[in-house]
């Protein structure tokens, strides 16, 4: 049986190496790649993502598609597991494009209630402020985000580097293709960058890139995925990041 005063001691050891960890992860950054719903904010918070999901199953049906998709795929939460599932069957269709095209505007109708996740705006505005680059690399549509940061007037912290979902799906990550544009543009080497995302594939596309990441949770079950997958520094609030940074690390 472990002491309590030695898991106390394991415990304290393990956030001072996250904590250095962490410092040295901000201090090598000159560009961060940002995952966008989640890191930046939650774009469903007011509009739910599993009645997204209900409405695009539905429309299928309504198309007399009810087949293409299986049991599960049709109990989904997620409207990615969705399109994804109608892209495997149907690759590069038109009936993939109808959909991509009524998920963006979904996304586009929750714009206006996503709530911005905390300290991730004056993060936004230092990062940029001491001069790195920043880009976001996401799986949502680029016009859903540039709706939701100039909303905010973050925009011209990352234009033009929005690096989105398009008609064509098998780059969505984890596959690392929206984080080597975003290298590719910036000219950035992998390992002078920072990936921040809030889950499992956001961490294999970092890896598949060769980029660092800092895995943001906002809760322990996905603190939990970040770490199965193999996530060694996570953090379940971004204000230890601003308060590094404006630390001078």
Known sequence: MTSDTTQTEAVTAETGNETEELRNLIADAHVVLWDFDGPICRLFAGHSAERVADELVRWLEGQGLHGVLTGPERQSHDPHVVLRAVDRRHPGSDLVTELEARLTEEELRAVPSAQPTPYADPLIRTWKALGSRLAVTTNNSPLVVREYLDGRDLGGCFAPHVYGRTRDLKPLKPDPHCLNRALSATGAA????????????????????????????????KEKLLREAGATVVVDSLEPVLRTLREGL
């Open 190 to 221: 992998p390992d002078r960058a920072l990936m921040i995302g809030d889950t499992p594939a956001d961490h294999e596309a970092s890896l598949r890139a060769g980029v660092p990441f800092l895995g943001y949770a906002r809760n322990a079950r």
